[in-house]
């Protein structure tokens, strides 16, 4: 199994994630390190630097995977791929890009896809261009760019970020500032394409798939610290609903989007946006972010693929969580839980979450199947999803299995978006 740790495109590493309790399920545990920020994912749009430096080194690391993994006692034909958040969406990049093709078996893609907004940049080049003007090079051609940023010392390319940044795109609630792009065709192009347009007509990899949610990702928006946590702040929300949230929409112009954007409050929001209402505005901004992303790639992988899909939501919220006796499970709680548990008594119900959790990956990357039985461990099975029957599974404690998924939300969500 090959880990892609998360992290905005900008920060992380693979040592982060412990293997022990997939060693314990006998399982090979590889992680992977790839170029963040700027040096991953700049883009000059054109063949100077087509961009996607970063998701080229994580499908040259799984191509060190079919060379060498056998010397480690691994199976080159039984890859796994796994990731959460921002490695959560290189895990769907690696689904829609032919590159990746063949250097996998099985892909598990937590909190993340390349539908997600802020997964995806639309404008990489303007702001590559823009970021070099900041630094105080007036940008001449794409040749030239490159020479000066290899002038510049790399610790002065990590800071200030946000000065890369349109005036709209600063307006965002949640945006990763490098990320991947189009790049233009050429014979090592990773993606070529919009992602929307390859998950609506079903090309891309099949395999077997796994992805989720937290039952609320963006909880740390409306906590203290949050960008959603003042009065200050909700009341900007509130005067500014359409503008704020128009630049995150899926939709090619910016009346399209500053309608769909109208419409969105009006399904989350009977009045005005309050602090007291803070579980909703939660719920909505977790359901841009995220959730829609990945239910969208779950219905289309149902849809084009014969393979199984296992859907999921996190609804753990214990000890360790980042919001302990918050009203749901925050982004990233699911892999607190899956690395980082070592301090709980083994019989508490996180450490137990936590070994069904890893027993279910270390099942799906060996099977193809979650729940291939039953037992004292895996008391619920995990039904696999399907167009007629959409079936996910619900990690708390104990397991569940459910139906339709934060309905009627998503509904609302797909007759907005392509």
Known sequence: MVWIHGGCFREGRSDTATPHYFVDNDIVFVGINYRLGLLGFLSTGDDVVPGNMGLKDQ????RWVQRNIAAFGGDPDKVTIFGESAGGASIHYHILSPLSKGLYKNAVAMSGTALSPWAFSRN????????AEYLGHPVKNSSDLVEFFKTINSSTLVVN?????????????????????????HESAFLTEEPWK?????????VPYMSGVTDLEQLAQTQPGGVLSTQEQVDNLNANF??????????PTRPEQLGAASLVRQFYFDSAITLQNNYTTALF?????????????????????????????????????????GPGA?????????????????????????????????????????????????????????????????????????????????????????
């Open 285 to 325: 901004d977790s359901h841009l972010f995220f959730v829609e992303g990945v239910d969208t790639v779950i219905r289309s992988m149902a849809r084009y693929s014969p393979l199984p899909v296992y859907y999921y939501q996190f609804a753990y919220n214990g000890p360790i969580s980042q919001f302990p006796g």
């Open 330 to 418: 925050a982004h990233a709680d699911d892999i607190t839980y899956l690395f980082a548990s070592s301090s709980l008594d083994p019989n508490a119900d996180g450490a137990i979450l936590r070994d069904q959790m890893t027993a279910m990956l270390a099942n799906f990357a060996k099977t193809d199947n979650p729940t291939p039985e039953v037992s004292s461990l895996l008391t619920e099975e995990w039904i696999a999803y399907n167009e007629t029957s959409p079936f996910y599974l619900r990690m708390s404690a104990p397991l569940s299995s459910e139906m339709n998924l934060f309905e009627p939300y998503m509904s609302f969500w797909h007759d907005l978006l392509p």
């Open 198 to 206: 390859l998950v609506a007509e079903g090309r891309y990899n099949l």
């Open 124 to 131: 990489a080049t303007d702001r590559t261009v823009r970021f």
């Open 59 to 62: 499908t040259e690391a799984l």
């Open 161 to 185: 970020i946000n000065n890369a940044l349109s005036d709209e795109d600063r307006l965002s609630l949640f945006t990763c500032v490098w990320a991947p792009s189009v790049e233009p065709e």
């Open 242 to 251: 359409e503008e704020t949230v128009a630049c995150d929409i899926r939709l």
